[in-house]
């Protein structure tokens, strides 16, 4: 087991794979630790030195009572690259991980060598939240989880499998770590920051995703320079599972062009 240590001291556990001499890292979701990736990340392990990791608040990381937000969590993969001895890297954020990879970007344009902005967008004021009718399915206790489904995945693919699913958020964090974030994905503005990004950058979003309004693609595409824009039909927030035999290869050519 890998640990690195924040600024502030949070101990973050992280993992190691694949080959070659490029290192991509492979940022999770709100609430998420690094099993996010299990399906995908094999995908990626023969052309790069792959890094997952458990976001504070997750997983067999630290989970404190403060330092929840989409720039902190940027730094805390700063802290990471800095304990594998990696200067730059290739960014990969889904979700919440793509709004920390806006940050990243911005803040450390030395250390990000190419980027992609999975079905994120770049927070409030600009950006394009859910529908009331989806907060209201998602806030009914005994159906969230089966409503959470069904925004990650197309209805063929639950009558397929079934599960595990490792998008729907650790089971295990505390609810100190949920608020955080929850309240960290919730305040995220990167609207300026996403202006500043300099790395080449590819924005991937499912053109059904209600979870994340799709909507949101063009938006990061228009502000980030000479961002390309890629959507995948039919797909649903975990295009990146779902789809990956579309999703990967797409990633893939865009990170080794």
């Known amino acids: 087991m890998s640990f690195a240590h924040s600024a502030d001291g949070t101990a973050l556990y992280y993992e190691v794979n694949g080959h070659g001499d490029d290192v991509l890292v492979l940022l999770a979701g709100q609430a998420n630790n690094h099993h996010w990736w299990d399906a995908p990340r094999p995908d990626f392990d ?22 929840y937000s989409t720039r902190g969590f940027a730094e805390d993969v700063i802290s990471i690259l800095d304990d594998i001895g990696v200067g730059r890297a290739h960014i990969y954020g889904t979700s ?3 709004r920390i990879a806006q ?22 004021p600009h950006g ?17 989880e089966q409503t959470l489904l069904e925004l990650m995945y197309t209805p063929d693919w639950l009558a397929t499998h079934a599960g595990p699913f490792r998008t729907l958020g650790d089971p295990d964090m505390p609810v100190h770590a949920k608020r955080g974030h ?3 994905s919730k305040e995220h503005d990167g609207w300026d920051a996403c202006a500043k990004i300099i790395a080449q950058t590819l924005v991937v979003h ?11 693609a063009p938006l990061l595409g228009e502000r980030i320079p000479d961002a390309q824009v ?17 999703a990967s290869p797409l990633v893939l050519d865009f990170l080794t062009a």
């Open 230 to 246: 890629s959507i995948i039909p039919n797909a649903r927030h975990a295009y990146f599972e779902e789809f990956r035999t579309i």
């Open 206 to 216: 499912g053109s059904d995703d209600q979870f994340n309004p799709a909507a949101n």
């Open 182 to 184: 929850f309240q960290a």
């Open 128 to 144: 394009l939240e859910r529908s009331p009718e989806v907060q209201r399915a998602l806030g009914k206790r005994d159906t969230a």
């Open 46 to 67: 023969a052309r790069f030195r792959t890094v997952v990791f458990d976001h504070r608040g997750t997983g067999r990381s630290d989970k404190p009572e403060t330092g």
């Open 103 to 124: 940050w990243l970007a911005a803040d450390y344009p030395d250390r990000v060598r190419r980027l992609v902005l999975g079905c994120t967008s770049p927070g409030l």
């Open 96 to 98: 919440m991980g793509g």
